[in-house]
């Protein structure tokens, strides 16, 4: 059991593990060395979708390739202010086809 089982959140960004895994810059970078081959973009954009994906194997695992999960829209809200594209856009949520 962890110390934060007994803790009720109301948002997943609450949670201490979210920054410490989801929003450290030193973590996202090695991180990113196991998602390198798949990503090709500027260093933010890394840190962002390297969040995202952290935050997936935090709380689901690995699912697999193309088993995308929304996420809470609060997750998004605190990932892109804190790694904010450069030219304000983004690309959002997109069902596998």
Not at 62 to 86: A, E, H, Q, Y
Request: with cysteine; charged share 15%; proline share 6%.
């Amino acid at each position: 059991m962890d110390k934060y089982s007994e803790t009720t959140f109301t948002c997943m960004t609450q949670h201490p593990g979210f920054v410490a895994n989801c929003l450290n810059s030193w973590v996202l970078d090695v991180a990113y060395l196991q998602y390198q081959h798949q990503l090709e973009f500027s260093q933010l954009i890394i840190y962002r979708h390297t969040a995202y994906r952290q935050l997936v194997r935090w709380c689901w695992g690995i699912v697999g390739r193309d088993n995308r999960l929304p996420l809470p829209s609060c997750v998004f809200n605190k990932t892109r202010k804190t790694f904010p594209s450069p030219n304000g856009k983004y690309t959002g949520f997109k069902w596998p086809t």
